[in-house]
């Protein structure tokens, strides 16, 4: 079998509309490796899905030849109800307007269910123990009944995913450098693809918190292994990175065709795909940890002013931008500094420059765990 498409109907929001999740298959069903792609979950990040785009036509040609050699699942449009989203002529994506929060939060978790249900069925030998926590992921979510149209979008990405090896969700951030976030227990296992990509930075945690889609994926396996692995060994079964393909406005065909290369290099490393990858490129990031990247957020609303670009490297203390409020009476005072509070490198900047307080405007990769980064990790 080449190549087979799915499409998997939502529910409609309303009487006379329609959305469904477009599905690209490769390779056997049942087939392993198992890799599980999917772009834009967050709908308003553009890049992802022209990656999807030249990725797919590099699958085609591989499947023609008879290359694939586990099965591939791509998903090119991850968030139909979030790309439908349109206020006042602006795309909203991140949030859904209906009240479901952030796109890529709160994917259930079933680590209670799958233990309960592969109670018993462990043995000593690890691959065995892999293939029943897969079919029993699998059963799981087969078993969870969604309501409504957000919860189906989600359980329908998760039935695709949950038990294969490989996890990839592509995103884009605002402005920024390409970079991964990813578990502790996949790193440094991920270092290929953090080379194949030239990602500038892995931001490594053991759960960065707020159930997003790669953690839910691989962190079934830690949590399983933490309760029943003592007695029965089970492996990491489950490789997963929440890609970030640069910013929001860096769309374009050289990008997305290399970064597709990049993927597909990466999927033959890992088996998936039969070929020759040719040799790893030399890493240009590290693996830091999430709590070490600054999170610089706007204390006053106004305007953002950078005094740094993307890859500058500051010192701990030094001001990153001004926050300039146009109205201030003296233009000198006008301006709020915000300063970083680490040595490092500027990994991402804001696109939209008029800022609310409490919002992030830039992103800084040091090395040392910095105090109060605890709880949810992510932006928001
Ligand atoms: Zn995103």
Redesign the pocket.
């Known amino acids: 079998m080449t190549k087979s498409v799915e499409r998997i109907a939502l529910p409609a929001p309303s009487p006379s509309t329609a959305r469904s999740l477009t599905v690209f298959r490769y390779g056997q069903a049942g087939a392993r490796p198992k890799a599980y792609l999917h772009a834009s979950?967050?709908a308003d990040?553009t890049p992802p899905m022209l990656v999807a785009h030249h990725l797919a036509a590099l699958l085609d040609e591989a499947a023609k030849d008879g290359r694939i050699a586990g099965e591939i699942v791509l998903v090119p449009v991850a968030n139909p109800i979030g790309l439908d989203q349109n206020v006042a002529g602006t795309h909203a994506g991140r949030y859904e307007l209906a009240g479901g929060g952030n796109f890529?939060r709160g994917f259930p978790d079933l680590t209670d269910a799958v233990a309960a249900r592969i109670a018993g069925e462990l043995g000593r030998d690890e691959a065995a123990n892999a293939r029943a926590v897969r079919e029993a992921l699998a059963a799981t979510i087969a078993s969870v009944e969604p309501r409504g149209p957000l919860a189906h979008m989600r359980h329908a990405l998760m039935r695709l995913a949950v038990d294969a090896d490989i996890v990839l969700d592509l995103?884009?951030d605002a402005e920024s450098l390409p970079h991964l976030h990813i578990a502790t227990v996949n790193w440094p296992a991920g270092a290929d693809l953090a080379a194949e990509l030239g990602s500038r930075a892995q931001l490594v945690s053991i759960d960065p918190g707020g159930s997003a889609f790669e953690d839910t994926m691989s962190g079934h396996w830690r949590k399983l292994r933490e309760r029943l692995g003592a007695a029965h060994p089970i492996p990491q079964g489950c490789f997963a990175s929440t890609v970030e393909l640069r910013g929001r406005a860096d769309v374009d065909d050289g990008l997305a065709r290399a970064d597709a290369e990049a993927l597909l290099r990466f999927l033959i490393r890992r088996g998936v795909v039969r070929g020759e990858p040719g040799p790893l490129p030399r890493s240009v990031g590290d693996g830091v940890p999430f709590e070490a990247v600054d999170m610089l957020r706007a204390p006053v609303a106004g305007i953002v002013a950078y005094r740094h670009v993307l890859g500058d490297q500051v010192k701990k203390g030094q001001v990153i931008a001004d926050i300039v409020d146009p109205t201030a009476e003296d233009a000198r005072g006008a301006r709020t500094p915000v300063a970083t509070r680490t040595d490092g490198f500027i990994l991402t900047r804001r696109d939209d420059k008029l800022v609310r307080p409490g919002q992030v405007i830039a992103k800084v990769v040091g090395r040392e765990v910095l105090p109060g980064r605890t709880g949810l990790l992510l932006e928001d």
């Open positions: 979950l967050h990040e890529n995103h884009c």
